[in-house]
């Protein structure tokens, strides 16, 4: 991609990667339940949030480099992360729903990662082993960018960056406004339902596709 130079055409572009973005990432999904969860727990939310930013920057550059085309073309690939995800989903969720029939409030409440290590091997694990990531930033929105004028594109990639910084930022560091309500062990045990319940379905759209074919 070229440097950038901002031009009345860049302001679109950006807006449009800007809102495309957020369009794809604001949703119930295992990443954002896990960034939430550090949030409500005060627990390295710097480290989780900006290893969720850098990895959907990364890979919507690559996809907007051209990646988009290279790994669409791949149904080896696609069939490996479904099943990689698909079985992380399924242990994941399990735990969270057996953990939800315990009660805890917000400060006793466990499955947090210990370390600021730990915390980042499960949003590595939640980030790169989810199919849907590589859909959204490179697929959809690699493709989408890759149709910019090629001095355009960096402003694109800048936009759709920043949706997601604007997206985990506010849903990490502004989790801590709800802390008071998650004070009581009932919030915690319907969050971790709800959390346990939707990894568990999103497994269920993943595993099929890992044998799709066979």
Not at 3 to 13: E, H, I, Y
Not at 84 to 101: E, K
Not at 176 to 190: E, K, T, V
Request: hydrophobic share 55%; glycine share 12%; with cysteine.
């Amino acid at each position: 991609m070229e440097s950038m130079k901002f031009s009345m055409q860049a302001l679109p572009v950006f807006v449009q990667g800007l809102t495309l973005s957020l369009g794809l990432i604001v949703a119930i999904g295992a990443q954002n339940a896990f960034v939430l969860r550090q949030g409500l727990r005060r627990e390295h939310v710097l480290g989780v949030v900006l290893f969720c930013v850098l990895a959907d920057v990364v890979m919507m550059a690559a996809g907007v480099a051209g990646m988009a085309s290279a790994l669409s073309a791949s149904a080896f690939v696609a069939r490996t992360l479904a099943l990689a995800g698909g079985l992380f989903l399924v242990v994941y969720g399990a735990r969270t729903l057996l953990r939800a029939r315990r009660a805890a409030s917000l400060h006793a409440a466990g499955g947090g990662a210990a370390t600021l290590r730990g915390a980042l091997a499960q949003a590595a694990a939640f980030t790169l082993l989810n199919p849907h990531f590589y859909l959204d930033t490179v697929l959809l929105i690699g493709n989408v960018g890759g149709q910019q004028p090629t001095a355009l594109r960096a402003w694109f990639v800048a936009g759709a960056g920043s949706g997601s910084v604007i997206w985990f930022t506010s849903l990490g560091f502004g989790a801590r406004w709800l802390a008071p309500w998650f004070a009581r062990p009932r919030a915690w045990q319907w969050l971790d339902a709800l959390t346990g319940t939707t990894m568990c379905a999103l497994s269920l759209t993943l595993l099929p596709r890992a044998f799709h074919g066979f």
